[in-house]
């Protein structure tokens, strides 16, 4: 996938944010983008779980956090704005 000339890697919630950042890492140095679980986390919640695993993808290192593949449909708008929210705070305290 890196060496297709892409600007940024998206990785899958099964995919460590670690082990993907060592595979690119000796060739080149792409910002990984992922990997909260929309099935196991954003969908159900709660709102706590929610804002875990967003500190735990930061500080695994992922560049920008979003969800391993989509939004599930039924998903309620309360966790994804909690998802957005958790981001944006956790974002501004690691600058």
Do not use: L
Not at 15 to 32: G, L, M, N, V
Not at 38 to 59: C, D, F, L
Request: hydrophobic share 35%; net charge positive; aromatic share 6%.
């Amino acid at each position: 996938m890196a060496e297709c000339g892409v600007n940024a890697i998206s990785i899958d919630e099964k995919t460590p944010i670690q082990k993907a950042r060592e595979d690119i890492k000796t060739k080149h140095r792409f910002p990984i983008v992922g990997n909260v679980s929309s099935r196991r986390t954003i969908y159900p919640g709660p709102v706590a779980k929610i804002r875990e695993a967003v500190r735990e993808v930061m500080s695994q290192g992922v560049n920008m956090v979003a969800p391993g593949c989509d939004f599930w449909i039924e998903t309620p708008t309360d966790n994804i704005k909690e998802f957005v929210k958790a981001t944006a705070e956790f974002s501004a305290t690691r600058k």
